[in-house]
């Protein structure tokens, strides 16, 4: 079983940064494939970036070169560094394996990009 719970979210003006951190509960975490996701209001949820076991990582077009994803197997934490926010990155964050695991959504962590 693997509890993942975010945080490091809030308020940033346009062109801010913010890193988010995913700590999981369980040894399972290193053995799973990582991801972050993120539901803007009225959205569906997406895929914003994967990371695997070994540190390979994926990244939806529209964070490429703004967003890093990384793993500390010793800490069992996923963290997001996020980079030149835009208003259309407002979203609430959530971690997950991927695929993801229905009983592994967390509670997510809010991202306000706003003036």
């Known amino acids: 079983q693997v509890q993942l719970v975010e945080s490091g979210g809030g308020l940033v003006q346009p062109g801010g940064s913010l890193r988010l951190s995913c700590a999981a509960s369980?040894?399972?975490?290193?053995?799973?494939?990582m991801a972050w996701y993120r539901q803007a209001p009225g959205k569906e949820r997406d895929l914003v970036a994967t990371?695997?076991?070994?540190?390979?990582?994926y990244y939806a077009d529209a964070m490429k070169g703004r967003f890093t994803i990384s793993r500390d197997n010793a800490k069992n934490t996923v963290y997001l560094q996020m980079n030149s926010l835009q208003p259309e990155d407002t979203a609430v964050y959530y971690c997950?394996?991927?695929?993801?695991?229905?009983?592994?959504w967390g509670q997510g962590t809010q991202v306000t990009v706003s003036s």
């Open positions: 997950n394996a991927h695929p993801h695991r229905v009983r592994y």
């Open positions: 369980g040894s399972i975490f290193k053995s799973l494939r």
């Open positions: 990371i695997t076991q070994g540190g390979s990582t």
